[in-house]
Nanobody, 125 residues
Framework: QVQLVESGGGLVQAGGSLRLSCAAS????????MAWFRQAPGNEREFVAG????????DYTDSVKGRFTISRDNAKNTLYLQMNSLKLEDTASYSC??????????????????WGQGTQVTVSS
């Protein structure tokens, strides 16, 4: 059974940093594109960042470019999201997702087959 478990969320002041992790189990995803999405209350789920199986190509939504870094450790079957200079508008539940593709990065939810339950990130002023 495939399981994605996020961790690392919490409460942080604006300008602070958090590092999210997504540990996968049940199968190996070293040949799959992986991504982070987020959803704030009342908002639709939005793409945050993604990277292909090798990590050699990444994509970020404009609002997080230069502040967030996505990475992966295929040996550990784990995806990361380093979030720096956090802003109030980054407050959301962050979920990791795995695609069946390996060389393309989709920005829509339907492009992903497996999802974690999410970890809450709250940025305070």
């Amino acid at each position: 059974q495939v399981q994605l478990v996020e961790s690392g969320g919490g409460l942080v002041q604006a300008g602070g940093s958090l590092r999210l992790s997504c540990a996968a189990s049940g199968r190996t995803f070293s040949r799959n594109t992986m991504a982070w999405f987020r959803q704030a209350p009342g908002n639709e789920r939005e793409f945050v960042a993604g990277l292909i199986w090798s990590g050699g190509r990444q994509d970020y939504t404009d609002s997080v470019k230069g502040r967030f870094t996505i990475s992966r450790d295929n040996a550990k079957n784990t995806l990361y999201l380093q979030m720096n200079s956090l802003k109030l508008e980054d407050t959301a539940s962050y979920s990791c997702a795995v695609s069946r593709e390996y060389a393309t990065i989709s920005r829509v939810s339907s492009g992903y087959a497996y999802w974690g339950q999410g970890t809450q990130v709250t940025v305070s002023s």
